[in-house]
């Protein structure tokens, strides 16, 4: 059974930074970061997929291109949000998922496996 138990949120000052982790328990394919605004519909942060030969392809949405990076351990099987330079409309519950469909973008939200959520909050 596929479980994703994400941490390390928290609350810091704009400018900060913070770093999420996703512990991924018989999970080993392609997975994402997403997040959830106070009134906001759940958006794609960030999404990584390694291909057969082991090549690492990443996206970001354009709000966080250049402030955050996403990467994954493999042989610990855990999924990293870096989050630098933060902004307090970054303020959000994110969320791990895993199990993309495979015709889908990396955006979609139709991933099969979700984490509970972890808060961060940026105050100005």
């Known amino acids: 059974q596929v479980q994703l138990v994400e941490s390390g949120g928290g609350s810091v000052q704009a400018g900060g930074s913070l770093r999420l982790s996703c512990l991924a328990s018989g999970y080993t394919g392609t997975m994402a970061w997403f997040r959830q605004g106070p009134g906001k519909e759940r958006e794609a942060v960030a999404g990584?997929?390694?291909?057969?030969?082991?090549?690492?392809?990443?996206n970001y949405a354009d709000s966080v291109k250049g402030r955050f990076t996403i990467s994954k351990d493999f042989a610990k099987n855990t999924l990293y949000l870096q989050m630098n330079s933060l902004k307090p409309e970054d303020t959000a519950m994110y969320y791990c998922a895993a199990g993309r469909p495979l015709l889908d973008t990396w955006r979609t939200l139709r991933y099969r496996y979700w984490g509970q959520g972890t808060q961060v909050t940026v105050s100005s």
């Open positions: 990584i997929v390694s291909s057969i030969d082991s090549m690492v392809t990443t």
